[in-house]
């Protein structure tokens, strides 16, 4: 019977520590640089594009080359699995590790599709 409840303690704690490490936390796209080192969900409307370094970074919430825009940046190599318009003009949520741009924002690199939901 110890035994048994032994068992049930260790499977409750490892479904509870799992959870925790599957969550991210939703932003809103103007949070984003304050969340620089956390793997989390940021969302926001795409509204433009430019190629750089050997991937494509969309605008999220407001244009790229705009002071602490937000990036999504989708590699060259990878970038036919994804929308063929890149987003432009649709709201999406992308998940992943939020590093700091040169214009002072927060960024998102992309390689999967399952990273980006695009919310209706």
Do not use: W
């Given at each position: 019977?110890?035994?048994?409840?032994g068992?049930?303690?260790?499977?409750?704690?490892?479904?509870?520590?799992?959870?925790?490490?599957?969550?991210?936390a939703?932003?809103?796209?103007?949070?984003?640089?304050?969340h620089i080192?956390?793997?989390?969900?940021v969302?926001?409307?795409?509204?433009?594009?430019?190629?750089?370094?050997?991937?494509?970074?969309?605008g999220m919430?407001?244009?790229?080359?705009?002071p602490g825009a937000?990036?999504?940046?989708?590699?060259?190599?990878?970038?036919?699995?994804?929308?063929?318009?890149l987003?432009?003009?649709?709201?999406?949520?992308?998940?992943?590790?939020?590093?700091?741009?040169?214009?002072g924002?927060g960024?998102?690199?992309?390689?999967d599709?399952?990273?980006?939901?695009?919310?209706?």
């Amino acid at each position: 019977m110890m035994r048994r409840i032994g068992c049930l303690g260790f499977l409750f704690v490892f479904v509870c520590f799992s959870a925790t490490l599957s969550y991210a936390a939703e932003y809103k796209s103007d949070e984003a640089a304050k969340h620089i080192g956390e793997k989390a969900t940021v969302c926001g409307k795409i509204v433009d594009t430019m190629p750089y370094s050997g991937m494509t970074i969309l605008g999220m919430g407001v244009g790229v080359a705009q002071p602490g825009a937000v990036g999504i940046e989708v590699p060259d190599d990878v970038k036919e699995k994804f929308d063929k318009d890149l987003y432009v003009g649709k709201t999406i949520c992308v998940t992943g590790d939020i590093h700091e741009n040169p214009s002072g924002g927060g960024s998102i690199k992309v390689t999967d599709p399952a990273q980006i939901k695009v919310q209706e």
